[in-house]
């Protein structure tokens, strides 16, 4: 401002020649944001100036005279000359011309004048030349102007992109907070019927996202203002509007086929066709009196409902036929199921956060990757969602066999298929996609995530005890598997060896020698008392297994050393000493037990050294191949691999074991959780009623394999 003369300036605004003007205007714009200078700058007479060039002027002049007025208006200053005629002039520029460097500036002051109220607490000099109301008389004349306005959203220029969609915001914000109850709604239904959500919607999920960042939260913020509204919005059917909603509702069923169909029936009892007394209850309420069931979510409920019923009628036609049929209890009913939906719907995107609180985490926000979590383009298709949603739910209720006290099961279904399809994805999936994902999604997954679910609650709720009470359930399961695989080789098991020609120690026997190329079938069986591992070898298999008195070979497990396998083990294996994993170096899966042969000093008969004392021997013995088995299936092998280690107080190693396991100890984990009751302190809200034993008896018994 030092460097500049502002009598000259304002001078030079009113000369006879464009290019004086244009270059006083130019460096006007860039100086007019200053308060002081503004102030200097009116004290000289230059606003009349600044708005004659903007009413008069033409290329870059008008451009610099916009930027200029559009900044004197951000300082709030300058308000005593916006007047109709500029007003007018604003409008018509932005419904008839075609650069982009004017209609940026053209659509600021709009976006200025249609946000005074809101940006100053100064009363308005000049009552209905703020706000909305400045703008309608000259809409009035050029009614194309909404209409070019939105389409100014898909321009490829970015800064106009955002200046069209600060002013619609603008609007809308306006609109809400200072026309009739009766104006606002046609306001918005009127953007909507131009493609503003649609636009919106695919600048949300473009790359531009930086450069239009606030517009769109604040978009993104009045959509939930929107949905705030209507939902505090009573339904009142005193108002001709939401009377005509509720019976749009009522005539799309076509009861008259419904009431055609009743006569038909022989019983006189049928009701007529003047009064019928399930006529909202057929439609899926839960009294005769619907107005109350829409005290929570207002008329919001009503607009998802009817939109549902007026796009899906012949599907809630026939919906309402089918359920008709059916005994009360199993019918579905489809207006509690629309309410519900909306009301998940509410909860999901978080409606009731302030609409300051996206922005702010904008701000705090420094890398591209987080940006995604805070736009919600799926929210603009709140109708959308909401009829994948009232799909799923009848998908579950008919796969289900749910009936009328399973209403509120099917509904925590949906709202977790919501959480997980919608919650989960990324800013960039389609809606389409969306609506595909729901509509596939099998009902065991969604059991899973609820189980997945019910855990983290009371993780939340319970922490270290919960956790006390997985270690406990993991030894439970740990203990139940290994007596599981223990039982495995107690049973005994066939396998198929070729190497009858050499026994394990590696000489050959007569009988071996005769059985050169051939196959040998070898029985092995764990002894009763689980000390000794018996087996014999027999040139085929055969039925009733050998008994194990007629086993005449045994292994002492106390001289085992180690065993040795190829079978795979569980990526997560951590056992050392004597465990041993081997890699697939051939096609066939072998078990080979290593033992330190007994002393021939001592008969097999004498009782054993002490534990200490047999440790200090096996320097002095030989370690040797005991015994080798040839598995014919992963099954057996994990359960003998796993059964031997098990023996000898080793863990277990095989992938197929170490799941075995923990299925055994979630199982366990999801009754206990399951058995809880539901007064619990970490439950909130009324507990379900505890049956009582009133009128039982003791004449029962309970099968501990088989139920009670």
Not at 335 to 354: C, M, N, Q, W
Not at 544 to 558: E, G, Q, R, V, W
Request: glycine share 6%; charged share 25%.
């Amino acid at each position: 401002m030092d460097n500049i003369n502002v009598c000259e300036l304002v001078e030079r605004l009113g000369s006879d020649e464009d290019a004086v003007r244009k270059m006083a205007v130019f460096k006007l714009q860039s100086n007019i944001g200053d308060p002081s200078f503004a102030d200097a700058f009116i004290g000289e007479g230059g606003l009349a100036k600044l708005k004659y060039l903007t009413l008069t002027a033409s290329g870059n002049t008008l451009a610099y005279s916009l930027t200029s007025f559009s900044r004197l208006l951000e300082v709030d200053k300058g308000w005593e000359c916006v007047e109709q005629d500029l007003v007018e002039r604003i409008v018509e520029l932005i419904v008839t011309h075609p650069l982009v460097n004017i209609l940026r500036g053209a659509m600021s002051i709009l976006v200025s004048i249609v946000s005074h109220p809101h940006s100053s607490g100064r009363a308005s000099s000049k009552p209905g030349l703020h706000g909305f109301q400045a703008l309608k008389p000259a809409i009035g004349i050029y009614p194309q102007f909404l209409e070019m306005l939105v389409s100014r959203l898909s321009s490829a220029d970015h800064a106009l992109c955002a200046n069209a969609l600060q002013l619609i915001n603008s609007l809308m914000r306006d609109s809400i907070t200072n026309d009739s109850e009766s104006d606002w709604p046609k306001f918005i239904k009127r953007l909507q019927d131009l493609g503003v959500i649609r636009a919106v919607y695919v600048l949300m999920q473009g790359t531009a996202l930086q450069d239009l960042a606030h517009p769109l939260l604040e978009f993104q913020s009045l959509t939930k203002v929107l949905l705030g509204k209507w939902r505090d919005l009573a339904l009142n059917l005193e108002k001709p509007e939401h009377r005509r909603a509720l019976k749009g509702i009522h005539l799309a069923s076509n009861p008259e086929k419904r009431e055609k169909d009743l006569d038909k029936g022989d019983d006189d009892t049928q009701p007529s066709r003047k009064h019928n007394p399930t006529k909202w209850r057929r439609l899926g309420f839960e009294t005769e009196s619907p107005q109350w069931e829409f005290e929570e979510m207002g008329f919001l409920g009503m607009m998802d409902l009817t939109d549902y019923v007026r796009k899906h009628q012949d599907q809630f036609q026939k919906m309402v036929l089918e359920q008709a049929t059916k005994p009360t209890e199993h019918r579905c009913p489809i207006a509690r199921a629309s309410l519900g939906i909306t009301s998940v719907l509410y909860e999901h995107f978080e409606v009731d956060k302030s609409d300051l609180d996206d922005t702010k985490n904008y701000l705090v926000l420094d890398s591209r990757s987080h940006i995604d979590k805070v736009f919600k383009p799926l929210l603009l298709h709140w109708p959308r969602l909401h009829v994948a949603g009232m799909h799923a739910f009848f998908r579950l209720w008919k796969s289900t066999g749910a009936e009328e006290e399973d209403f509120s099961k099917i509904m925590e279904l949906v709202r977790i298929l919501i959480e997980s399809v919608v919650g989960g994805a990324i800013r960039t999936k389609d809606i389409q996609d969306i609506e595909d994902e729901m509509a596939d999604f099998e009902y065991q997954r969604l059991r899973e995530l609820q189980m997945e679910l019910l855990e983290l609650t009371y993780e939340d709720a319970w922490g270290q005890h919960l956790l006390q009470v997985r270690d406990e359930l993991n030894h439970e399961a740990l203990q139940f598997v290994k007596e599981q695989r223990i039982r495995c080789l107690l049973q005994g098991a066939w396998f198929p060896t070729d190497s009858g020609n050499k026994a394990e120690n590696g000489l050959a026997d007569k009988q071996g020698l005769k059985r050169i190329n051939s196959t040998v079938y070898r029985y092995v069986q764990l002894s009763h008392n689980r000390r000794f591992l018996h087996y014999a070898d027999f040139e085929t298999m055969h039925q009733p297994t050998p008994d194990l008195d007629t086993l005449p070979n045994k292994i002492d497990l106390n001289i085992v050393s180690s065993v040795v396998s190829n079978v795979s083990a569980s990526s997560d294996d951590s056992s050392s000493s004597t465990i041993k994993t081997l890699p697939h170096h051939s096609s066939s899966t072998k078990i080979t037990i290593h033992g330190y042969l007994s002393s021939p000093s001592r008969p097999s008969t004498a009782p054993r050294p002490p534990d200490h004392q047999r440790s200090g021997s096996k320097h002095s013995q030989k370690e040797a191949i005991l015994l080798i088995l040839h598995p014919q299936s992963h099954s057996i092998a994990s359960e003998w691999l796993d059964g031997l280690l098990m023996l000898l107080n080793q863990q277990p190693i095989t992938a197929e074991t170490n799941k075995l396991i923990n299925l055994v100890s979630n199982y366990g984990l999801k009754i206990r959780l399951l058995n809880v009751r539901f007064d619990d302190a970490a439950f909130v809200g009324d507990p379900p009623e505890i049956p009582n034993r009133e009128g039982l008896d003791e004449d029962y018994y309970y099968d501990v394999f088989g139920g009670a």
